[in-house]
């Protein structure tokens, strides 16, 4: 993955950086910004709106913006939406990480990306982008890829407690894991 990524960025198909200016160049914009909650557990997308106000001027509609954080169930479409209510059709797609920290270059590799998209285009565009470098590429909706990225970090999750939970009681009761 390494040599793939590093293949990329000499090539130019793959570039990162902080000025905006350069993205009217860019076929792809990848956002990582999660959605965090309110008090009563409703999303708040004002880091995800200051984002999009300031890159949409750089911004043409034969782009996509690709979300790859954690997102609130229909924060997509809520992307989507805002993008049309501005006048704009730029294709927006939810391609959850769902990588174990610290393995991330040898699990994009071997595990199967979830893609999904607000509409076909998108969720094709979607679909060629990460066929490029996953070993499968599986499309589901926006709703559906935001559960199965959710279902597995729980799985994840509940296998680490469950670890903890075994050497907590080994270890009150004297004995080693």
């Not at 043409?60 to 805002?82: A, C, K, N």
């Not at 990480?97 to 610290?102: A, I, L």
């Amino acid at each position: 993955m390494l040599k793939i990524t590093i293949r990329a960025l000499e090539s130019g198909n793959l570039a990162l950086t902080t000025d905006v200016n350069q993205l009217a160049d860019t076929r792809v914009i990848i956002i990582t910004i999660g959605t965090p909650v309110d008090e009563f557990l409703n999303p708040v997308y004002g880091a995800i709106k200051d984002c999009l106000d300031s890159i949409l001027p750089h911004l043409s509609d034969d782009q996509m913006i690709v979300l790859r954080s954690t997102v609130f169930p229909g924060t997509t479409e809520w992307l989507h939406q805002y993008l049309e209510r501005d006048g704009r059709k730029i294709h927006v797609a939810f391609c959850p990480e769902r990588v174990t920290q610290g393995h991330a270059i040898r699990e994009i590799q071997d595990m199967p990306q979830i893609v999904s998209g607000t509409t076909p285009e998108a969720a094709q565009q979607a679909e060629i982008l990460f066929g490029e470098i996953a070993p499968e590429v599986v499309r589901m909706t926006p709703t559906e890829a935001k559960f199965a990225k959710l279902f597995a970090n729980a799985y994840r999750y509940v296998q680490f407690a469950t670890a903890n939970q075994f050497y907590m009681i080994a270890k009150a009761a004297g004995l080693g894991v």
